[in-house]
């Protein structure tokens, strides 16, 4: 079992930056994680992916080059740090755990661990 808790999220102007953190407790031993968002009145959707020793990551397109996924082993603890935010970023975001993997992983349904949620909100 593992239960994420995620934190850092708040109101943005555009162009403005925040930085996302979810720590992990439980049976934390190899496991690949992931961010998801869900903007109101839209499905949730994939944001970022990492390994369980972080040397691979993955992005979607729309928030390659601004958003940088990462996360630190010894402290339980992934982070998204979110630059130049736009409104269209505004969502509730979400990190998500699968147990026992040394990749990573693009689909909600291979996510076996969620988070609660942050809210972010970007103003223009």
């Known amino acids: 079992q593992v239960q994420l808790v995620e934190s850092g999220g708040g109101l943005v102007q555009a162009g403005g930056s925040l930085r996302l953190s979810c720590a992990a407790s439980?049976?934390?031993?190899?496991?690949?994680m992931g961010w998801f968002r869900q903007a109101p009145g839209k499905e949730r959707e994939f944001v970022a992916a990492?390994?369980?020793?972080?040397?691979?990551?993955y992005y979607a397109d729309s928030v390659k080059g601004r958003f940088t996924i990462s996360r630190d082993n010894t402290k339980n603890t992934m982070y998204l740090q979110m630059n130049n935010l736009s409104p269209e970023d505004t969502a509730v975001y979400y990190c998500?755990?699968?147990?026992?993997?040394?990749?990573?992983?693009?689909?909600?349904?291979?996510?076996?661990?969620w988070g609660q949620g942050t809210q972010v909100t970007v103003s223009s």
């Open positions: 998500a755990a699968r147990l026992g993997s040394t990749s990573y992983y693009v689909k909600e349904d291979d996510y076996n661990y």
């Open positions: 439980g049976r934390t031993v190899s496991y690949a």
């Open positions: 990492i390994t369980w020793t972080g040397g691979t990551t």
